[in-house]
């Protein structure tokens, strides 16, 4: 076992050690520096950073259940594409630095060099509305065609869509994820993650192993909002766990924006919500690179003259629906919304009908059905 190898055992010993969180990691290493020198401190000397009973721990010898951990995180780190990093790795993502409570140990699969990059976090529901989705879609799009990577949680709903926009760019995206890096949850989303390990970035704070526990998801959240310059949120219901991102993302200085939508969706109480508390109202990618160019060193001018001016609009039928939006709407303002002629706006009113995605209301009225 090499010196590298001996350097990622106490690391991860460390970081699995009973009762040594972020913050108390992060004292011990202030403390006495690297890992292994935690290790070779006397019990008298660790008592003084931290409890007894963490103490003891760090001076007794690794439990089977961590000695198994440590065989099992080596061959991982030895296969293509896995990385292990720690916090005195240069791969370590500096952006963390600033959050406070940084984890020890990353587990990455992909290109760890987009976490090194310009990142914006696109959150939202689980139960998102196919135009949400459209939405979070095509924003993640136009913004890696600004540069930068687009961050989520490998949620079903917006966090799914946002990834998928995001691999259609370079810049591609990071998926922080609530489980080991081993394991895809919801499993619904597994082909998903394979196409980002392949062209983007997974990473867990968790070790390998790890399965789904409600109670790490929130936690999660802190690196989601904390790899980004900013946190956009679309379609969040009251008491979203979206908020909590957007929360954490205004705790540590980093922008909040989010996507309004009808005063009758429910999934638009969270947005504005946001809004109120001073989150930036934005209707396109436009709208976040524009605010992003004031926190900047090199503004991204050049890249938002690049941005399609529709870039919102996935098709002309997802066009009248977003147009529509959640309240009946007559012909005449729809028409003038959309920017359409009488005939193809008819047109895309009867298909929408036939599909089931909007209902025709007495007196000429249009409105969309909440699918």
């Not at 790890?210 to 679309?234: E, Q």
């Amino acid at each position: 076992m090499g010196f590298q190898s001996d350097e990622l055992v106490a690391w991860v010993r460390l970081d699995q050690t009973e009762g040594v969180g972020p913050e108390t990691a992060r004292n011990l290493l202030a403390a006495f520096g690297l890992p292994h020198h935690i290790f070779e401190a006397s019990f008298s000397e660790l008592q003084k950073v931290v409890p007894e009973r963490v103490a003891m721990a760090l001076v007794s010898p690794p439990t089977d259940a961590i000695r198994v951990l440590i065989d099992k995180t080596l061959e991982w780190a030895g296969q293509p594409g896995n990385h292990v990093l720690t916090l005195a790795d240069s791969s370590y993502p500096k952006t963390l630095f600033e959050i406070g409570n940084p984890p020890p140990v990353l587990y990455a699969k992909g290109r760890i060099e987009l976490l090194s990059g310009l990142c914006l976090a696109i959150v939202g529901s689980r139960n998102a509305t196919r135009q949400g989705c459209a939405d979070a879609e095509n924003f993640a799009e136009a913004l890696t065609a600004a540069g930068m990577t687009i961050v989520s949680g490998l949620a079903l709903g917006i966090d799914a869509a946002a990834h998928r926009g995001g691999l259609r760019g370079d810049r591609s995206t990071i998926a922080v994820i609530g489980t080991g890096a081993d394991i895809v949850y919801p499993a619904r989303n597994r082909e998903l993650a394979h196409r980002i390990a392949d062209t983007g970035c997974l990473i867990s704070e968790y070790p390998l192993g790890t399965p789904a526990i409600a109670s790490n998801f929130p936690r999660r959240n802190r690196l989601i909002s904390g790899l980004s310059l900013g946190v956009l949120v679309i379609e969040a219901a009251a008491h979203s766990g979206s908020l909590i991102t957007a929360r954490l993302g205004a705790e540590q200085g980093r922008e909040v924006f989010a996507v309004p939508g009808s005063i009758h969706s429910p999934l638009s109480r969270g947005c504005h919500q946001l809004i109120r508390q001073g989150a930036k109202l934005v209707e396109s990618a436009r709208d976040i690179l524009d605010e992003l160019d004031h926190v900047l060193e090199t503004p991204l001018k050049q890249s938002i003259k690049s941005l399609p001016a529709d870039q919102n609009a996935d098709s002309i039928a997802e066009r009248v629906l977003f147009a529509m939006g959640f309240d009946p709407v007559d012909f005449d303002t729809l028409a003038q919304r959309c920017g359409l002629d009488a005939a193809i706006l008819s047109e895309q009113l009867l298909n929408l009908e036939l599909e089931g995605r909007m209902e025709s209301l007495p007196g000429g009225l249009f409105r969309r059905l909440r699918l």
